[in-house]
């Protein structure tokens, strides 16, 4: 992990036998490079970076990066108080809606 606290990145090798890569631009890479970081760490540093920046709109109903961050540390403190953890299957059925 370096000093900035973002782990560097994993490679993801996508297998070369995959059919599509017959039909594969030239110069587009094959692989991509994933930081190792949970995925609430990058709300998370979108909440530190623009706080009063909409990060979800739905109607005329705005959400900023901070209150979606508040809330989703909401959801997992519930999900934690009824004894859902790492590793764990939860699944969520919702309409897109700001709900």
Avoid at 55 to 63: G, I, S, V
Avoid at 69 to 75: T, V, Y
Wanted: charged share 25%; glycine share 6%.
């Amino acid at each position: 992990m370096s000093n900035s606290g973002i782990s560097q990145p994993e490679k993801y090798m996508i297998p070369a036998d995959r059919p599509w890569f017959k039909n594969w631009p030239d110069g587009v890479p094959r692989s991509l490079d994933y930081p190792v970081e949970p995925l609430f760490r990058f709300l998370s540093n979108a909440a530190d970076k623009w706080p009063d920046r909409t990060a979800f709109t739905c109607r005329d109903r705005h959400l900023s990066y901070s209150s979606l961050d508040e809330l989703s540390g909401k959801l997992a403190s519930c999900l934690r108080a009824h004894r859902i953890g790492k590793g764990d299957r939860v699944m969520l059925f919702l309409t897109n809606s700001l709900e």
